[in-house]
């Protein structure tokens, strides 16, 4: 949300709040109402796990026509990991999105793939 005051005699001012796509804490900024304000580009992609190494990282495909074979991210250790190995492991079709923005990446969903590609 954001929102913009005018102090007596002052100059306007923009107050932002925000949560962080990768932490989830809550962020707030004040700026000046003439200033630019940078903002991220955010993509948010859906691939099939081909493979889950031995060290964590998964093998990626993209759907077709999104993007590149993806190889430098890693099974996170949480809820989401969790249920992306316990599905691959059962020999199931798995799909994941992962989330882009300033350079990093983030598992935000995993499902099975029941349209039998």
Not at 20 to 34: C, M, N, Q, R, V
Request: aromatic letters at 6%.
């Amino acid at each position: 949300s954001s929102g913009i005051n005018a102090e007596y005699g002052g100059s306007a001012k923009c107050n932002f709040t925000a949560i962080d796509l990768f932490t989830g804490d809550k962020k707030e900024a004040i700026s000046p109402g003439h200033a630019n304000v940078d903002v991220p580009i955010v993509t948010r992609l859906e691939y099939t796990v081909m493979d889950i190494d031995d060290s964590g990282f998964f093998s990626l495909m993209p759907n077709e026509g999104q993007g590149e074979m993806r190889e430098d991210i890693r099974c996170p250790d949480d809820a989401e990991g969790e249920k992306a190995k316990t599905l691959f492991n059962d020999g199931k079709d798995v799909m994941v999105t992962i989330l882009t923005a300033i350079g990093e990446d983030r598992l935000v969903d995993v499902k099975e793939n029941t349209k039998g590609n």
